[in-house]
């Protein structure tokens, strides 16, 4: 079965049918390689935190999927390890990337958010990826690293070619990693020389009875932090506001009680999550995923999506419904390898959601065509067209 095929346009039908039919299915992964695809939530959640699924490459049998092809200097990230060394640096890591970290970002993260908005005036049209989606949590997650503003738009476009590379341009994600490299490259040499209250700076030193963070695995885990930080909150934010924005009930409802927005991010991200599929895992030896056999080697792909709107863990799953109890939802992970920025991704949502309703009591798709991003990686719009207007006192 070919994975792409309608999976942009129309996942969850695609997904629905997937998952009545069978628990896994053999596929042909994004690349054209054969792969494993595991749709229901139990055998998802389950697999999400089986030891026996490797996310070392080295564990990939010859021709099966392995995902983004990177460099040795930013393949060294959490995305492509396992215990023990994957322990280790998530130990090192959370160190610096602590909860109280995150708290300290609130207050940072309305004033970015209050200044986006500022800058659309009171009133008019605009494509809300474009002009506050997609700044937020740049500058959230630049402002974190420690990364110049002159550099910012660079990142937004360096991620873009990766997660959705222009068909017109084959090259084009081959030199964004090329970019970024070289641009960590420089900033690491400039943060050991004059570090900064940042995370990077801490990352740089930070010990831990002696252990630290080798040169690859500083850069690729300085690369992972921003890519996923960036990527995972500005598909989270844009499909939250879409969702809103085609419910209106649940809109209204969200209005008159901005202190479910906790609950309401949990249902966001199950209803229409950042991610279709999680990273690409490998089994160490012969695996039963689902009632099937998985030999050794080959990639498994788990569809958080699928899962996520699995009736049988969530009643009436393609229901928005904000009052729904949504935790237990996979879209940032389970497991060891649960998503480390989640706490930082959920507090951007919340703050960029609760920021724009009380700025924009009026606000409505100015499009009902919206256009989503041609990319299986990750699940975001192109552009999102809104109306707005301020409350007219």
Known sequence: MDLADGLIDHPYDVYRSLREAAPVHRIAGPDGSPAWLVTRYDDVRAALADPRLSLDKRNASPGSYRGLALPPALD?????????????????????????????????????????????????????IASYAAPLPITVICDLL????????????????????????????????????????RLLADKRTQPADDLLSDLIAVRDEGDRLSEDELMSLAFLILFAGYENTV?????????????????????????????AVAEFSRYEGPALLAI????????????????AGETVLLSLAAANRDPARFPDPDRLDLA????????LGHGIHYCLGAPLARAETEIALAALLERFPELALADEDVRWRRSLRARGLAALPVSYAEKIS
């Open 280 to 295: 690409r895992r490998f089994p160490t030896e012969d695996v039963t995923l689902g009632g099937v056999t998985v030999p």
């Open 76 to 128: 060294a990230n959490l995305l492509n390890m396992d215990p023990p060394d994957h322990a280790r640096i998530r130990r090192l890591v959370g160190r610096a990337f602590t909860p109280r970290r995150v708290e300290q970002l609130r207050d940072p993260v309305r004033r970015s958010a209050d200044r986006l908005l500022d800058a659309l005036g009171p009133h008019g049209t605009t494509d809300l």
């Open 324 to 331: 729904r109890d949504a935790s237990g939802h996979l879209a």
């Open 146 to 185: 420690g990364v110049p503003h002159e550099h910012r738009r660079d990142f937004r476009d360096w991620t873009d070619a990766l997660v959705a590379p222009d068909p017109a341009r084959p090259q084009a994600a081959k030199e964004a990693v090329g970019a970024m490299l070289g641009f960590f490259t």
């Open 235 to 263: 598909q989270l934010i844009g499909n939250a506001v879409l969702a809103l924005l085609r419910h209106p009930d649940q809109l209204a409802a969200l209005r008159e009680d901005t202190a479910r927005m906790a609950a």
